[in-house]
């Protein structure tokens, strides 16, 4: 009788568990981090020593190559957080729901530094840190979500109560996403349109755009990175009492 072909490769099978997870990223890890140092330290010499000034803003606008990567990626984290939340959901699956309270607190980080650099910019260009605008209240809106997530994930006794409860917050959640990147055609809004379309050329010259797609992939290597770090520290939590946790611990001591 022929072997069945299985329908997902073995790698995938493997990556899913906790152990396996936890085996295959340690080799990543040197990788992304070399990539990501790389990226963000050309990507921050280019932007803020070589990008010409802005016509209108001066030099004010180089606050772009922080702000602009920072709010990406608080946006694509959520969709990560939520992902893993709905992964967990409907196929149980232990490490998705790690994934998601490691993303949790990575997402909120990078929202609030994308409000405060916002707010820095926004004091040379309207004349005030703070303005009630559809696109800075959205992004307000985000970050008190990502603190919600975080909040569940604490406020139960019962670890999959609260995973449950953090997953069902972060779907719920996704429909601010749309909201955020859409409020500036939909509303009257003060903070200018976005600045990277997928369906149009880029509203910025190509010496200052350039260093700021550098930053934007170091950004995402930095993101990349840190989850990873996040949900190995979350395995190893979870899985303290197991054979393999233990095995290594007293490897490393030996």
């Given at each position: 009788m022929a072997r069945t072909r299985p329908l997902l490769p073995e790698w995938f099978h493997r990556l899913g568990s906790p152990k396996g997870f936890y085996q295959m990223?340690?080799?990543w890890m040197p990788w992304l981090a070399v990539t990501a140092a790389v990226l963000l330290l050309v990507g921050t010499v280019?932007?803020?020593?070589?990008?010409?000034?802005?016509?209108?803003q001066g030099n004010s606008f180089r606050i772009i190559y922080i702000h602009v990567p920072a709010a990406f990626l608080a946006l694509a984290g959520y969709y990560v957080m939520a992902a893993a939340g709905a992964i967990g959901l409907v196929w149980k699956m232990k490490l998705a729901h790690m994934v998601m309270k490691a993303a949790?607190?990575?997402?909120?980080?990078?929202?609030?530094?994308?409000?405060?650099?916002?707010?820095?910019?926004?004091?040379?260009?309207?004349?005030?840190?703070?303005v009630w605008d559809a696109r800075i209240t959205s992004m307000l809106v985000l970050f008190f979500l990502y603190l919600g997530v975080?909040?569940?994930?604490?406020?139960?006794?019962?670890?999959?109560?609260?995973s449950k409860a953090s997953a069902v917050l972060a779907l719920v959640g996704t429909a601010n996403i749309p909201i955020i990147y859409k409020s500036v055609d939909w509303w009257y809004t003060l903070h200018q349109p976005a600045t990277i379309k997928l369906t149009q050329a880029p509203s910025m010259h190509p010496d200052m755009f350039y260093p700021l797609l550098v930053m934007i992939a170091g950004f995402y290597c930095f993101y990349a990175l840190v989850l990873l770090l996040n949900t190995r520290s979350e395995i190893l939590h979870r899985e303290r009492r197991t054979r393999w946790v233990l095995d290594m611990a007293e490897g490393g001591r030996s």
């Open positions: 990223t340690s080799s280019w932007g803020l020593g070589f990008a010409p000034q802005d016509a209108k949790a607190p990575l997402g909120a980080a990078l929202t609030l530094i994308s409000l405060v650099t916002g707010s820095l910019w926004g004091k040379p260009t309207w004349g005030t840190y703070w975080i909040a569940l994930h604490y406020a139960y006794t019962n670890g999959e109560a609260a």
